[in-house]
Nanobody, 123 residues
Framework: QVQLVESGGGLVQAGGSLRLSCAASGRTFSTYTMGWFRQAPGKEREFVAAISWSGGRSSYGDSVKGRFTISRDNAKNTVYLQMNRLNPEDTAVYYC????????????????WGQGTQVTVSS
């Protein structure tokens, strides 16, 4: 069982940066692939990024490549999402998720989810 709590969301101007954090409970955090997803009003949940259990591999959605960076600190049971050069299209609720398998981009492949944190980018 893994419980996830996101933090770090907020309001930022276009071109700015935010760093999201996701704190996980449980001693098995380091065995999970971790992912970030986002969902804007009226849209489907979208894959943002994922990182392997060791941190050695990562994957990004096309819309965030080159702007967002995912990382993790297994000693702190935390995964991060550094978001740079934000634009209004990045406005969404951002969710952290855990997957006991390899890196995947479908929400249905993730077993555990946080409650989400709102990110709003003003123009």
């Amino acid at each position: 069982q893994v419980q996830l709590v996101e933090s770090g969301g907020g309001l930022v101007q276009a071109g700015g940066s935010l760093r999201l954090s996701c704190a996980a409970s449980g001693r098995t955090f380091s065995t999970y692939t971790m992912g970030w997803f986002r969902q804007a009003p009226g849209k489907e949940r979208e894959f943002v990024a994922a990182i392997s259990w060791s941190g050695g591999r990562s994957s990004y959605g096309d819309s965030v490549k080159g702007r967002f960076t995912i990382s993790r600190d297994n000693a702190k049971n935390t995964v991060y999402l550094q978001m740079n050069r934000l634009n209004p299209e990045d406005t969404a609720v951002y969710y952290c998720a855990a997957n006991s398998g390899p890196i995947r981009s479908r929400p249905s492949d993730y077993e555990y989810w946080g409650q989400g944190t709102q990110v709003t980018v003003s123009s």
